[in-house]
């Protein structure tokens, strides 16, 4: 909606300047005329004042006629200015003898020539002078010309003769004054429009043009423009005020951009505030020393579940607190009350839809001559960390019981090398009561100093290098001086920052497994005496992959083959075996049965020898269930030996003594019946 239309300084001066000038002009037309007109009376006066004495004589000498007609020739003939005119003679009574109008003839003249002063009429009966008077109503000059007889002494003085009323009359002289003063006027009213014209085009120029700049200025900063300059040159007092002005802006702008940069922080402070609220759920509360008034913020009241606008009283909002926490509440309020005593608790709170929550309550009383006039403080909700807090305590119990269950030893060591934490096995281990070990360095139980010097300076540097954690072989002594084989299996302990504050060790305890490995490892070295002295042919193979594991020398000379020949190849693919099926056979009964006993094999060595071999195997305790050890017999000679006995064999069997045949190897080839009986 624009703004009603007003005069300002592009119409209102101009208009203003013109009114005056015309205002100004007429007056001075005026002023002109009346003093013109002024100057015209005073003249005539003075004029016909210095006439009227000479008339005087003159007219003396024709007034003892009374003809008014007469009169006026006289004066024409005596050259007098006909603007006289005679209207009357009035003798000394104040009776009109003679007049222009004959009915007011032998009137009195004070009551028929209403126009004369009659004071200077009846002054003019008794006197001789003559007189004037001015009437400006009519523009006429009134004449009282006393008629008197002139004496030898040059004395003028009254012979009854009576005066004699003239005007002298001025309307042609004030016509002719006017149209002077109007020609005159119209010259000054020119020179004043011309004059008024540079005036106005002056003040546009140097006023209204540079106000209107200032006001165009002054409305852009009004909508927020501060940048807008008003640029008056020169060096006047606009060009001043325009400087000024533009400082003024300048100073308000900055004043302005300072305030908005100041709001806008207070707005993001504020924001920023409430949303840290919202996410910390922190909000502020204000309780009246007076009223016992509580007034909260937004997430305060969001907190209890309450509008941002509720007032709570004192009683009202402790209510909202768990029924064992609220005597602590009341105490440490009155005593903020009373005392001035801050306080900062941690106390579990009940929302009005019966939720349970914990609030870290902080409350700073506000004091003022020494008396408290209300508390301030927040209200956080730190359910979340209580909850996870007692979580972690039952996470903590249960682990530090699942800790204390487990057979290997646990422990904390600072980065002095101290015990902080050692479990109960641990304990178990060293034969140490429970709490014994806490606050000893580790490498107090290395069996020797020599031992235990180096186990700092690895400490050292493992704190030093930080290198990858490993296993640890180390010895112990026990408390009562069992010297026992630790494993140790280490890594490092950080703090949130990652800096390094301790390490954290498992020890089991591997004395028996020691003692089982070292027994195993005497074992197998009998058992590899054996295996490899053994005149026996032997291997240990993989029958899923028919790779050989291991053979002896006996294994190399039956077949003729080298080591490295046997050791590239497999049992499936080398072809010393002559029928593949019987050997495909074989494997699966030994699989089903679990073992394989003489069982034979017809076999080409590497020499080209066709031999019969008996093979007896079973599964060995490896890891899997696929590796076997089998032995190998060359029963060719004996084959061909017992076929060359049992040619003997009617003659043992039919004989009475006791016969029997037996190979080389002392093994029964055949008995006869007489020493079965024998038997």
Not at 144 to 158: H, K, N, Q
Not at 280 to 290: F, P, R, S, T, V
Not at 297 to 303: H, K, L, Q, V
Request: net charge negative.
């Amino acid at each position: 909606m624009k703004p009603p239309y007003s005069f300002g300084l592009r119409t209102g001066l101009p208009l203003l300047v013109t009114i005056t000038f015309t205002l100004l002009g007429s007056f001075l037309v005026w002023n002109n005329y009346q003093n013109s007109k002024t100057d015209l009376v005073d003249q005539s006066l003075r004029f016909v004042r210095h006439q009227l004495i000479f008339l005087q004589r003159e007219l003396n000498k024709e007034a003892s006629s009374g003809n008014i007609a007469e009169l006026d020739q006289a004066l024409s003939s005596r050259s007098v200015d006909t603007r006289y005119r005679v209207l009357a003679m009035v003798d000394d009574q104040g009776r009109i003898t003679h007049a222009s109008r004959f009915e007011k003839k032998n009137q009195l003249a004070v009551n028929a020539l209403e126009d004369f002063d009659r004071i200077r009429f009846t002054n003019q009966l008794r006197q001789d002078r003559p007189d004037v008077s001015f009437n400006p109503e009519r523009n006429f000059i009134y004449a009282y010309l006393p008629l008197a007889s002139e004496l030898e002494t040059g004395v003028i003085r009254s012979q009854g003769g009576g005066v004699l009323f003239a005007v002298y009359d001025l309307s042609s002289d004030h016509a002719q004054l006017w149209n002077r003063v109007l020609r005159t006027s119209l010259q000054v009213l020119v020179f004043m429009l011309i004059a008024m014209v540079l005036m106005m085009v002056l003040l546009q120029l140097l006023v209204t043009r540079p106000i209107y700049s200032l006001a165009s200025s002054a409305r852009s900063f009004a909508s927020g423009n501060s940048k807008k300059i008003a640029a008056i040159g020169g060096h006047g007092e606009l060009s001043m005020l325009s400087n000024v002005f533009n400082e003024m802006t300048e100073q308000i702008g900055n004043r302005f951009a300072r305030q908005k940069t100041i709001e806008r922080d207070l707005r993001n402070s504020l924001q920023l505030r409430d949303e840290m609220g919202k996410m910390a759920k922190i909000g502020g509360w204000e309780l009246d020393a007076k009223t016992l008034k509580v007034s909260w913020t937004e997430e305060a009241g969001r907190i209890h579940g309450l509008p941002p606008d509720a007032s709570l009283s004192q009683d009202m909002a402790i209510k909202y607190y768990h029924p064992q926490d609220r005597p602590i509440l009341k105490r440490a309020v009155r005593n903020a009350l009373e005392k001035g005593q801050p306080y900062d608790l941690e106390l579990r709170h009940i929302t009005d839809d019966g939720k349970l929550q914990w609030m870290h309550s902080i409350c700073n009383p506000v004091t003022r001559n020494g008396e408290t006039i209300k508390l301030k403080g927040t209200l956080q909700d730190i359910s979340r960390r209580k909850f996870a807090e007692t979580a972690q305590k039952e996470s903590g119990q249960r682990l530090a019981l699942v800790v204390n269950t487990l057979p290997s030893g646990v422990l904390e060591i600072d980065l002095q090398g101290k015990i902080t934490f050692s479990n109960k096995a641990h304990h178990r281990i060293l034969d140490m009561e429970p709490g014994e070990l806490i606050g000893r360095y580790f490498w107090e139980f290395w069996p020797d100093e020599t031992g235990r010097k180096k186990s700092q300076e690895l400490f050292t540097s493992i704190k030093k290098k930080q290198p990858e954690p490993r296993f640890m072989m180390v010895e112990n002594f026990t408390k009562d001086g069992r010297l026992l084989n630790l494993e140790v299996q280490w890594n490092y302990q950080y703090d949130s920052e990652g800096v390094l504050t301790g390490f954290v060790a498992v020890v089991s305890d591997i004395t028996e497994q020691k003692k089982a490995e070292l027994k195993l490892k005497e074992s197998e070295q009998k058992f590899s005496a054996s295996f490899h002295g053994n005149s026996t042919a032997m291997e240990i193979l993989d029958l899923s992959e028919g790779t050989r594991i291991d053979f002896n020398d006996s294994y190399c000379r039956l077949t003729g083959f080298t080591r490295e020949e046997i050791t590239d190849s497999t049992i499936f693919d080398d072809d010393m075996v002559l029928d593949k099926d019987q050997r495909k056979a074989g494997i699966e009964k030994f699989i089903a049965d679990g073992h394989i006993r003489d069982y034979p094999l017809d076999v080409k060595t590497h020499t080209g020898e066709y031999r019969n071999w008996l093979i007896s195997g079973d599964f060995l305790d490896y890891g899997t269930n696929d590796v076997a050890i089998l032995t190998f017999v060359d029963i060719t000679d004996k084959k061909t030996t017992e076929e060359e006995l049992r040619q003997y064999e009617p003659i043992v069997s039919s004989s009475n003594d006791l016969l029997a045949l037996i190979d080389s190897c002392l093994m029964w080839l055949s008995l006869n019946q007489s020493f079965l009986w024998c038997r």
